[in-house]
């Protein structure tokens, strides 16, 4: 889906300062964390890595706290150019770090500069080395060692997953479709807060367990997914910015932080998907409505091993959970989109065309919309909102990427028509006249005896 660049960069922004935002902290605690995010390299969107400064890092949680996620998008400017270093000097600056590791870059400019009488700035340098994959935190990184970790509170960290069960009867599609279990999970109380099967594994799934999660359990302070497609876009890192909500995947080929998640898995498997398989399950309601029961009347009732608690008791024990205002919540779950505004003061979306300000025409805007109703369009321009877009042609009422949400098309109504029955009818009346053939069979000689 395509994003705003100044969105996708206030996204960014998000991350860096997400735990620093955590209403917990004091203002000493906060500082200290504020200079430990300053003082180590951060990942930028176009893959590059840079130290971020302590007074940017204040400046952007002053921004969020003031306008939450829109305070954190750039305001119009120009490009800067960045600095270029001769080809030879990148190749000796590499050989130099792969020498030796710890060697800093203001070391390697040092070097360059007695070798070859040419200064060279030591962040071009350390630029250049990222890009190699020669950072000094990369090259001279000790092997971690994995521990045990637990929330200490409820809705401190939900952790979520998909997992695939078999294929069910769909009533409103011909066959049966494979059947995706969404779940997220509360780490400290191991609650099962809320779980979904789904006819599709995408993005709008994962919102829509996400959303009925937060209702009924309320506002988490971080959510834990993997790396795949429903939980890896911009839609689900736009919902967590503007609820305040630290988005955190786990990193490619190291499960270690899935263990918890894995062994709910198989639990769900042997204690739920066993059982449902072996009475027989007629649809994807009767799978939900069995499974909603089965987590509430017994996955969240039993002692856990490794807590000692029922899991719904250790959740309630940590007091009423942080509620969210519902016009939030709302404006959290809708997706965004960039589109340039024709001569004819008309925007595209999924197909549709809407009518917008005529001011607009030829500037880039921001389409602002829930995707299973492409009735209502908003239009932002330059950080504020310039009314709804008026629906022009509208041939699509469902986004194409949330197929689970369009409806089917009503069944055919039955005429009547017996076509054969007719066809005989004319033959019979041409060939015969109105004495079919059969009525000039005797009664003898249909009776066979």
């Not at 951060?42 to 130290?51: A, K, N, T, V, W």
């Not at 499974?291 to 940590?318: C, K, L, M, Q, Y």
């Not at 595209?348 to 917008?356: F, K």
């Not at 066809?423 to 005896?449: F, K, M, N």
Request: charged residues 30%; aromatic residues 6%; positive net charge.
């Amino acid at each position: 889906m395509p994003t705003d660049p100044a969105e996708a960069i206030a996204l960014f922004r998000y991350r860096v300062i997400a735990e620093a935002t955590n209403e917990r902290l004091t203002p000493a605690e906060r500082g200290l964390f504020v200079r430990a995010l300053a003082g180590h390299a951060h990942e930028l969107p176009d893959g590059s890595r840079r130290e971020i400064s302590r007074a940017t890092l204040d400046r952007w949680l002053r921004a969020w706290r003031a306008e939450g996620l829109e305070g954190l998008r750039p305001l119009p400017r120009s490009d800067i150019g960045t600095a270029r270093l001769a080809p030879e000097l990148i190749e000796e600056a590499c050989l130099l770090r792969r020498e030796l590791p710890v060697r800093s870059a203001e070391q390697i400019s040092r070097i360059l500069r007695a070798r070859h009488g040419v200064r060279v700035p030591a962040r071009t340098i350390r630029e250049h080395l990222r890009r190699r994959g020669l950072d000094r935190r990369r090259l001279t990184a000790e092997p971690r060692v994995f521990g045990r970790f637990e929330a200490e509170r409820p809705n401190e960290r939900w952790i979520g997953d998909v997992l695939v069960g078999p294929f069910v009867p769909h009533p409103r599609m011909s066959g049966s479709r494979r059947a995706y279990l969404f779940l997220l999970v509360d780490d400290h109380s191991r609650l099962l807060l809320h779980g979904r099967w789904m006819t599709h594994e995408n993005t709008r799934a994962g919102q829509a367990v996400l959303r009925q999660a937060i209702l009924r359990r309320g506002l988490p302070e971080s959510l834990y997914l993997d790396n795949g497609a429903p939980f890896a876009n911009a839609a689900l890192e736009r919902t967590c910015a503007v609820l305040g909500i630290r988005l955190v995947h786990s990193r490619p080929y190291m499960p270690q932080g899935r263990g918890k998640q894995e062994r709910l898995n198989r639990f769900i498997r042997e204690a739920f998907l066993a059982e449902a398989l072996h009475a027989g399950i007629e649809g994807f309601g009767q799978l939900d409505d069995r499974f909603s029961a089965w987590a509430e009347r017994d996955a969240n009732t039993r002692v856990h091993a490794e807590t000692g608690e029922t899991p719904i008791s250790r959740f309630i024990a940590g007091g009423p959970p942080r509620t969210v205002d519902p016009d939030l919540l709302h404006e959290a779950f809708r997706w965004s989109v960039t589109r340039v505004v024709t001569r004819t003061a008309t925007v595209s979306l999924a197909g549709n065309r809407y009518s917008v300000e005529p001011a607009l025409v030829g500037r880039r805007v921001e389409l602002r919309f829930d995707p299973e109703d492409l009735s209502r369009i908003e239009v932002w321009h330059e950080r504020r909102s310039w009314g709804a877009a008026v629906p022009f042609v509208i041939g699509r009422h469902v986004h194409r990427q949330v197929p689970q949400a369009a409806a089917p098309p009503p069944p055919a109504q039955p005429t009547g028509v017996d076509y054969l029955g007719l066809v005989e009818a004319q033959h019979d009346a041409e060939t015969l006249g109105r004495l079919a053939y059969r009525d000039l069979i005797t009664d003898e000689e249909e009776d066979p005896s």
